[in-house]
Nanobody, 116 residues
Framework: QVQVVESGGGSVQPGGSLRLSCAVS????????MGWYRQAPGKERELVAT???????NYADSVKGRFTITRENTRNTVYLRMDTLKPEDTAVYYC??????????WGQGTQVTVSS
């Protein structure tokens, strides 16, 4: 069993900041990529940011310059620092983990609401 648990969501005003965390535990021996995706009401799930085991990062154009993804390999944890948040960033944010076996695991999601 592999557990993927997100935390750190909440409500914030436009221009504010949040940091999401995603911790992976259980029977997983190695992790390739880790990433964050989001799904707004009525929309499809979309990529926000990913980071490989070697530290290569990829961001959606809509968040470049505002969001930063980092990871702690020793703790099997990935973070998403979100600055200058906009109302259009409102969504449920999901963590995705790609194991060394290429199996994929998703967390349950954490709500981020940006509103004045």
């Amino acid at each position: 069993q592999v557990q993927v648990v997100e935390s750190g969501g909440g409500s914030v005003q436009p221009g504010g900041s949040l940091r999401l965390s995603c911790a992976v535990s259980g029977s997983i021996w190695s992790i390739n990529a880790m990433g964050w995706y989001r799904q707004a009401p009525g929309k499809e799930r979309e990529l926000v940011a990913t980071i490989t085991s070697g530290g290569s990062r990829n961001y959606a154009d809509s968040v470049k310059g505002r969001f930063t993804i980092t990871r702690e390999n020793t703790r099997n944890t990935v973070y998403l620092r979100m600055d200058t948040l906009k109302p259009e960033d409102t969504a449920v944010y999901y963590c995705k983990v790609v194991a060394g076996t290429m199996a994929q695991y998703w967390g349950q999601g954490t709500q981020v609401t940006v509103s004045s």
